[in-house]
């Protein structure tokens, strides 16, 4: 699976960004589907996931009520809507494939496949 991630860029503290991840190579239909960030000097982290059909979606404290993730499967593809952004959320972010259709994870050994990321910069 090829995951291409797009949509990040420079924005300011309290702007909204809509990033994109789209899949080639197998239907991503069938798997939970994350997104993951990472800023320099820190480890990545997971920032939010939906299960097979965004039945079932998770996102980490930080974000929950800002960012929305969602999916289109007739697509190929998973988005992450991004609201009222802070500079902390300045990282390059992941979109990721799942090993599991139903269970959304935070954990990123549970994640096959990744993207190259997109970098995401929020100025104050």
């Known amino acids: 699976v090829q995951l291409q991630a797009s949509g990040g860029g420079l924005v300011q503290a309290g702007d909204s960004l809509r990033l994109s991840c789209a899949a080639s190579?197998?239907?991503?239909?069938?798997?939970?589907m994350a997104w993951f960030r990472q800023a320099p000097g820190k480890e990545r982290e997971f920032v939010a996931g939906?299960?097979?059909?965004?039945?079932?979606?998770i996102y980490a404290d930080s974000v929950k009520g800002r960012f929305t993730i969602s999916r289109d499967n007739a697509k190929n593809t998973v988005y992450l809507q991004m609201n009222s952004l802070k500079p902390e959320d300045t990282a390059v972010y992941y979109c990721?494939?799942?090993?599991?259709?139903?269970?959304?994870?935070?954990?990123?050994?549970?994640?096959?496949?990744w993207g190259q990321g997109t970098q995401v910069t929020v100025s104050s």
């Open positions: 939906s299960s097979w059909n965004g039945g079932d979606t």
């Open positions: 190579g197998r239907t991503i239909s069938s798997y939970v």
């Open positions: 990721a494939v799942g090993s599991r259709k139903y269970i959304v994870k935070r954990q990123s050994g549970e994640y096959l496949y």
